[in-house]
């Protein structure tokens, strides 16, 4: 069975730091793309970030670059999103995602075949 958790959320200061991570099992991590979304209350949910476990390439969207990081462990099969200076707009619910394959390359959450359950961050001003 394919199973995709994400974990580390929780209530940070702004300007703080945290590091999510997603645990990936029941399929092969390495030929995988894996995408953090978040989604905020009442807001749409947006890709933040993609990483392909196969060749290490990132992408970020633009409210995020400079600010987090995405990287990976291949042996746990876990993917790690830093976030550092956050702040309240980045309050939301953080899922991940994985696309078989590989990264595709966009942002469209249909080409995403394994969802996660969210993992909550609250940023306080």
């Known amino acids: 069975e394919v199973q995709l958790q994400a974990s580390g959320g929780g209530l940070v200061q702004a300007g703080g730091s945290l590091r999510l991570s997603c645990e990936a099992s029941?399929?092969?991590?390495?030929?995988?793309?894996i995408t953090w979304f978040r989604q905020a209350p009442g807001k749409e949910r947006e890709g933040v970030s993609r990483?392909?476990?196969?060749?290490?390439?990132?992408s970020y969207t633009d409210s995020v670059k400079g600010r987090f990081t995405v990287f990976s462990d291949s042996g746990k099969n876990t993917v790690y999103l830093q976030m550092n200076n956050l702040k309240p707009e980045d309050t939301a619910v953080y899922y991940c995602?994985?696309?078989?394959?590989?990264?595709?390359?966009?942002?469209?959450?249909?080409?995403?075949?394994?969802w996660g359950k969210g993992t909550l961050v609250t940023v306080a001003s």
């Open positions: 995602a994985a696309a078989v394959g590989g990264d595709h390359n966009d942002w469209n959450e249909d080409h995403r075949d394994y």
């Open positions: 029941g399929f092969t991590f390495d030929e995988y793309g």
């Open positions: 990483l392909s476990t196969s060749d290490g390439s990132t």
